[in-house]
């Protein structure tokens, strides 16, 4: 039922911190089309990841989609791996993801020469190749940084590496609201 494309759609609504947004806003954002929001909007919604809200001023009513982070939390947890495991490619240059940002995985250690990134053309780090979960990812994570954090602890998530998930949740949990 959901789609790669849904769990880049559902951490931007987060990132917005509840703000109004309308369809042709986020599909810029994270360079998408609005059809595609539209429609990764519905399944979160059919997969209780995200809720509607209307609000009525007047003869005026605003849908508001808000997310479920209990839900979210138990989903990036427990499920994101499976559904969605990471794919690794030959070495490239672009943008630092997973243990990649150093930020958010200060005191992490791998193994991996490499740190994993995604192939972009305005990065400039060399590691192994990540496909992210939607190719649109990497150019809509440099334009939102606290979005970039969350898809990069997303792609952790993605890993079967046991000690990078749970290293990777204990920063994803915080940042969602413990």
Same mark, same amino acid.
């Given at each position: 039922?959901?789609?790669? &494309? ?11 911190? $509840?703000?109004? @947004? ?12 609005? %059809? ?17 809200? !209307?609000?009525?001023?007047? !003869? ?16 990036? &947890? ?8 990471? #794919? !690794?490619?030959?070495? #490239?240059?672009?943008?630092? !993801? ?14 991996? %020469?490499?740190?994993?990134? @995604? ?10 190749? #990540?496909?992210?979960?939607?190719? %649109?990812?990497?150019? /809509?994570?440099?334009?939102?940084? $606290?979005?970039?954090?969350?898809? %990069? ?14 290293? /990777? @949740? $204990? ?8």
């Amino acid at each position: 039922m959901l789609k790669p &494309q849904d769990v880049m759609i559902v951490l931007k609504i987060v990132a917005m911190h $509840q703000r109004e @947004w309308k369809y042709n806003e986020a599909a810029l954002e994270l360079h998408m089309s609005p %059809s595609e929001v539209h429609a990764g909007v519905k399944r979160l919604k059919k997969c209780c990841l995200l809720n509607e809200m !209307t609000m009525g001023f007047g !003869t005026v009513e605003t849908k508001l989609h808000l997310p479920d982070i209990e839900n979210i939390k138990e989903f990036l &947890q427990h499920g994101l791996r499976y559904v969605f495991p990471t #794919v !690794t490619t030959e070495p #490239v240059s672009g943008l630092p !993801t997973s243990y990649g940002v150093v930020h958010l995985f200060e005191g992490y250690h791998s193994e991996n %020469s490499y740190i994993p990134v @995604w192939e972009h053309n305005v990065g400039d780090y060399m590691g192994v190749g #990540v496909k992210p979960l939607y190719k %649109s990812a990497p150019k /809509a994570c440099m334009d939102d940084f $606290q979005f970039y954090e969350l898809m %990069s602890l997303a792609e952790a998530l993605r890993s079967s590496d046991d000690k990078l998930h749970g290293y /990777a @949740w $204990q920063k994803m949990n915080i940042m969602l609201g413990a």
